[in-house]
């Protein structure tokens, strides 16, 4: 199993390999599957259009790279109201005359953004509790699994709503409440790699030799479990842009931010989802293309990091 | 740790997590913004009716005071007055809730039928198309938000086709009265149902599916289905009386947990059809500053998760006699 493509010997002497090796490792399980790779190539025309959905000034060299996006998303009255598609607008227009196919193009970038950085701070935090959790045992491990059980009590969206509602309704919020509550999964995934490694001879030696448990955790452990909480950040990620785009399809998106559920929110509050086709089908399709993208993805990753492991959530 | 042991303590741990559970809700709700005295002050009162007031719904009172009045509330199931409504907050909340109820089950139900059906089969034909083509359609299912899957159906089927009618849970009039069947029996009822129903069963649908197909495929690994089969009993029965009997197990455990998560869901497909659930009124409450509502509204949707999870890991140590007990 690839979770163990470093020896326990080279790991007690604290010896992982670099980083490009690692990379390149794991892009290898792509190859001959046809899912994973089609998920890649699509998660990578979104990133481009994420990056290059507005135009780049690139101040000491003096050069602006044009956007992608024809238009401003937010001007109003680029064309008529509620145009259907046609060679200046693609996507045809919304009820105020704005451009569909620019706001599609620009509400990209939450995507990217909630869904990576929600991502990587709850499998971050989770990873850390988890770890910590079953290293030391105990009364720690104790107290940090029933909080973790009680996580598992709330509900996502409800939960994510209020604390939207109180918290007010920014980017930073939304990300904060999907982290909140997205940590727990990783939490007891990680928890249980590492109460096997615990057991194994390489943390007996690390130990022997008085390495600090830090550094038996950070050092030897932690990249034992590392390709398990990549599996994780993937499935996170998923969950994340589902979870932003519910929130703002129900009215409690960033209000400075254009995203493709708030998109459908402007297309249901206009009253325009029987006649505008061009300005509903199309957020839907990305949020659906995204996700989909990044469950192939794991689903690569899945096989690799364990070919028993079932993911629920 | 036998199994009495075993129950005793998921019980405790089942009142530790509701005591969690509420002692978060009060911290949240203290934390809202605005003054929530604000709704019942109104511009022209004296000094006087203001104190009174505030004396009348306990906020004079220290924190702990409120904290302790508070949990008896909950526990009589007094969740207060609605600032909106003005009516008793349980009133506006339990027939919601039972709305909630028939819808989310129904998707489940469905859900769980179609998905375990189709991921024995995905199983039994390993490596054919079919296998192939089942997973993909349960993966672009699991990708799609329920927001999504709603306005499509809600496109094609109601805008396009007119087949069903595209809002609400009855043609006439507001809430009625009656019995049971009156309510949720009626064709008229049942047209209405079967959209939100279907864009629940649809997006649940991936997980028995997947689950299933990959505990039948551990199943038929078994050496006893090689016995089954050298025996001579005919495919069907080996496929329905033994392997996916045997696989069934980990998806009634999984269907317990999604029956809880389903209550993050029923709050988008109840806005997209305007359901009357408990969904739709939790957001209708946020929006309005009904605090009352909205902490009903959220304290029932994370009891079904609590009760729900304590169900699977009870279901599954009676289904299971091997499993020990941690």
């Known amino acids: 199993m690839s979770t163990e493509t470093t020896s326990p010997i080279d790991n007690a002497m604290g010896k992982v390999g670099s980083s490009v090796d690692f990379v390149r490792d794991k892009l290898e399980v792509f190859e001959g599957d046809r899912l994973g790779q089609i998920g890649l190539a699509i998660l990578l025309v979104f990133v481009f259009v994420g990056i290059f959905a507005r135009p780049i000034t690139i101040d000491f060299l003096n050069i602006t790279i044009p956007g992608l996006a024809p238009h401003d998303p937010t001007e109003r009255g680029i064309g008529g109201r509620l145009e259907s598609p046609s060679a200046a607008h693609p996507l045809g227009t919304t009820d105020l005359g704005r451009d569909v196919l620019s706001q599609l193009i620009v509400g990209t970038r939450v995507t990217l ?177 995204f996700v989909m993208s990044v469950f192939f993805i794991g689903r690569t990753l899945e096989k690799v990091v364990n070919p028993e492991l079932r993911h629920q959530e | 740790m036998g199994l009495r042991e075993f129950v005793i303590r998921r019980v405790l741990q089942l009142i530790v997590t509701f005591w969690a559970f509420f002692t978060i809700l009060f911290v949240l709700f203290r934390m809202m913004p605005g003054d929530p005295t604000s709704m019942f002050i109104l511009d022209g009162m004296t000094p006087e009716q203001r104190e009174q007031r505030i004396a009348e719904l306990g906020l004079d009172q220290p924190l702990y005071v409120q904290y302790v009045e508070y949990a008896r509330q909950l526990l009589t199931g007094d969740f207060g007055q609605s600032f909106i409504y003005r009516d008793p907050v349980m009133d506006i909340i339990v027939v919601r809730f039972m709305n909630t109820i028939v819808l989310m089950a129904t998707a489940l139900f469905f859900a769980y039928v179609i998905g375990i059906t189709f991921g024995a089969l995905m199983g039994w034909w390993r490596d054919s198309k079919f296998e192939r083509g089942g997973i993909v359609v349960a993966l672009i299912a699991r990708s799609s938000p329920e927001f999504w899957v709603g306005i499509v159906l809600l496109s094609v089927f109601v805008y396009w086709l007119g087949w069903f009618p595209s809002s609400g849970m009855r043609t006439t009039g507001g809430e009625l009265g009656g019995g049971f069947i009156a309510r949720y029996g009626s064709v008229d009822f049942l047209r209405h149902l079967f959209l939100p129903a279907l864009t629940g069963a649809i997006v649940y649908l991936a997980t028995p599916t997947l689950l299933m197909r990959s505990t039948m495929l551990d199943v038929l690994n078994a050496d006893f289905i090689e016995i089954k089969k050298a025996e001579g009993l005919p495919e069907r029965t080996v496929l329905y009386k033994h392997a996916a009997r045997n696989s069934i197990l980990p998806v009634v455990t999984v269907a317990a947990i999604a029956t809880g998560a389903a209550m993050g869901g029923s709050v988008v497909i109840e806005t997209v059809f305007n359901w009357p659930g408990m969904g739709r009124e939790m957001v209708r409450a946020v929006n309005n500053n009904d605090y009352p509502v909205a902490m009903a509204a959220f304290f029932l949707m994370g009891s079904v998760v609590i009760i729900m999870n304590f169900v699977a890991d009870l279901a599954y140590v009676y289904l299971d006699p091997r499993v020990e007990y941690e």
């Open chain 1, 113 to 289: 953004v909630v869904g990576t950085l929600a991502a990587f701070m709850a499998v971050f935090i989770g990873t850390n509790i988890g770890l910590i959790s079953a290293y030391f045992g105990g009364i720690v491990d104790d107290v940090l699994m029933r909080i973790t059980d009680i996580v598992y009590g709330l509900p996502f969206l409800p939960f994510a709503i209020v604390l939207v509602a109180i918290l007010g309704s920014s980017i930073v919020n939304i990300i904060a409440a999907i982290v909140l509550i997205l940590w727990r999964s990783t939490a007891r995934v990680i928890r249980s790699q590492v109460l096997s490694h615990k057991q194994r001879p390489y943390v007996e030696s690390a130990q022997a030799i008085g390495a600090s448990n830090v550094r038996i955790m950070y050092r030897h452990i932690l990249p034992n479990v590392l390709p398990l909480a990549f599996l994780y950040a993937a499935f996170a990620v998923a969950y994340s842009v589902i979870a932003e785009a519910s929130l703002a399809f129900l009215g409690f998106g960033d209000p400075n931010m254009l995203s493709w559920g708030k998109m459908i929110f402007e297309v249901r509050t206009a009253n325009a989802v029987r006649e505008a086709w061009w300005w509903v089908f199309p957020p839907g399709i990305a949020i659906m293309l």
